[in-house]
Nanobody, 119 residues
């Protein structure tokens, strides 16, 4: 059974940092694209960042220069280092994985971890 389990969320003040982790199990994800989406209260879920099997990364514009995505294929884990956090980054953050590209219909999803940034 494939599982994605996120951790690392919490409450932080504006300007602070958090590092999210997503541990995958049930299969090897070395050839998959993995990444993060987020959903703020009252808003649709949106793409945040992705990292491909070859290390290429992609970010949504509002997090560039502040967030860094990375992965460790030896432990089937993807990370999201979030710096200079802003109140508008408050959301539930979801890990996702897919064979080719991450979309709202991607195959594998985690349960989500709450990130709250206070002003």
């Amino acid at each position: 059974q494939v599982q994605l389990v996120e951790s690392g969320g919490g409450l932080v003040q504006a300007g602070g940092s958090l590092k999210l982790s997503c541990a995958a199990s049930g299969r090897t994800f070395g050839n998959f694209v993995m990444g993060w989406f987020r959903q703020a209260p009252g808003k649709e879920r949106e793409f945040v960042a992705a990292i491909y099997w070859n290390g290429v990364t992609s970010y949504t514009g509002s997090v560039k220069e502040r967030f860094t995505i990375s992965r460790d294929n030896t432990v089937n884990t993807v990370y999201l280092q979030m710096n200079s956090l802003k109140p508008e980054d408050t959301a539930v953050y979801y890990c996702a994985a897919d064979e080719r590209v991450l979309t709202q219909r991607s195959r594998y999803w985690g349960q989500g971890t709450q990130v709250t940034v206070s002003s």
